[in-house]
């Protein structure tokens, strides 16, 4: 992103810092390019004070200006999937949440002591029992994704709303992954990341999500794009449990 008088002003909507320019996260692989990966890549987009990303900023301005998470007082259950650290923080203050933030612990990496083991494909959570469940930018390491859905249909409560964002590409009509066992070499080369199983053309996750029972609904967010630092190609996957 190039700097001009709007970039000067930016300001993080999670954490209120205005350091700029903003330090990079992602990678380099030529796939991410080659097929315009939206949601991955290298760019300038970490912020400073909190360490969120433009996919943190993106998906935390929905929940604020969409749902009632954010500054609402009502009750509500909220399942967070692999938590980005500037979100759980925010949400493990509020006492009007039962907020459960899960990770399955499997990529080795530094996890904070909040976090709950708990794995997608077979969630310790009774049927019907979340409002909100949140999975950003997770089922593509899952090798069956369509079973994750499965769960995250089971424990939504029905007419909840869940956010599930995924690397995007326009330009496939199908998701390209694979089944067999392959090296995190050959996952970099092929998705752009060690872990991930798969790029998703829109099309097809739709279709995923569609076919275990959810209601989908792209949703694109606009407004404060430059100052908030958000990619205004990234849409928002919501898709909700309904009769």
Sequence with gaps: MSMNVLDEKYCCPICGDTTFPLLPVGSEFPVLQELDVIGSGHRFQRCHRCKGSDRDRLVFLYL??????IDADEDYTFLHVAPEDCLARI???KENLIYLPIDSFEHGYEYPNYLIHMNLLNL???DDSMDYVMCNHVLQDITDDVKAMQEIYRVLKLGGTAILQVPISNKIVKTVEHIEEISCRESEMRYGHRFHKRIYAQ???LTRLESVGFKTNVISVTDNIILNSINPREKIFVVSKQK
């Design 124 to 126: 310790d959570l009774a």
């Design 91 to 93: 949400f493990l203050k």
């Design 64 to 69: 604020k200006h969409h749902t009632n998470l």
């Design 203 to 205: 099309g097809d996750y």
